[in-house]
């Protein structure tokens, strides 16, 4: 029989939401075997016929009427997506406040995420321990991770007139994932995946929904 369900093509919006969905499925404060499109759309903030059009895209995932779906395997096909059932091991370098928040990320611990190392320049906090996390000299850096090919992604927490220093350092250990959340673009050779985090942006997108709905109120 043909196999009518689609190919697994996702647009940027689709993988956000399937994201959403995942981190919603793995920080249930109570165990269920089953949810419904309903609650997973009222969770995530969009209508239950989105999220059953996003589980199209899963052959293993099959809803039952009046029940919902299971949450064992809506996980488990969340977790192929994202590669989650193997460890994912990263370095952060900035072991400042920001850096310490990602590290300690609870669903990061449910999903395999293994931060190695922080990096960073301050003496005060080089040899010490943050969220059990190791602080390393950052002139150690693209020396640890040429030693340390399990690394695989690096996330910058530094200010936007030391990052690009430091991409080049680690581009050059030969990482190819790099997570930013220093307010700057950074240059980077074509076949190097980098994620932009601009807090900033997310927030004055805020402001302008107030805007909007100050409108709406008048």
């Known amino acids: 029989m043909k196999n009518t369900k689609r190919e697994k093509k996702f647009s940027n919006k689709t993988i956000e939401r399937l994201a959403l969905y995942y981190e919603i499925l793995i920080t249930l404060p109570f165990k269920k075997k089953y949810i419904s499109s309903e609650e997973i759309g009222n969770l995530a903030g969009v209508s239950p016929s989105t999220v059953r059009q996003d589980f199209l895209y899963f052959n293993e995932i099959e809803g039952?009427?009046?029940?919902?779906?299971?949450?064992?395997?809506?996980?488990?096909?969340?977790?192929?997506?994202?590669?989650?059932?193997?460890?994912?091991?990263?370095?952060?370098?900035?072991?400042?406040?920001?850096?310490?928040?990602?590290?300690?990320?609870?669903?990061?611990?449910?999903?395999?995420?293994?931060?190695?190392?922080?990096?960073?320049?301050?003496?005060?906090?080089?040899?010490?321990?943050?969220?059990?996390?190791?602080?390393?000299?950052?002139?150690?850096?693209?020396?640890?991770?040429?030693?340390?090919?399990?690394?695989?992604?690096?996330?910058?927490?530094?200010?936007?007139?030391?990052?690009?220093?430091?991409?080049?350092l680690v581009v050059d250990s030969g990482i190819k994932i790099i997570w930013n959340f220093s307010p700057t673009i950074l240059k980077v050779p074509p076949d190097i995946l980098v994620e932009y985090e601009h807090i900033g942006v997310s927030f004055y997108r805020l402001l302008f929904k107030r805007k909007t709905i100050k409108k709406e109120i008048k």
């Open 64 to 168: 039952k009427a009046k029940i919902g779906y299971e949450v064992t395997k809506l996980k488990e096909a969340l977790r192929n997506i994202f590669k989650l059932n193997s460890k994912t091991h990263v370095v952060i370098v900035g072991a400042g406040s920001l850096g310490q928040a990602i590290a300690g990320y609870e669903s990061f611990k449910k999903s395999k995420v293994v931060f190695d190392s922080f990096f960073d320049n301050n003496p005060n906090k080089i040899g010490r321990l943050f969220k059990g996390i190791f602080v390393r000299d950052i002139k150690y850096l693209k020396d640890y991770l040429k030693e340390n090919r399990r690394i695989k992604i690096v996330v910058i927490c530094v200010p936007p007139k030391e990052a690009q220093g430091i991409v080049n």
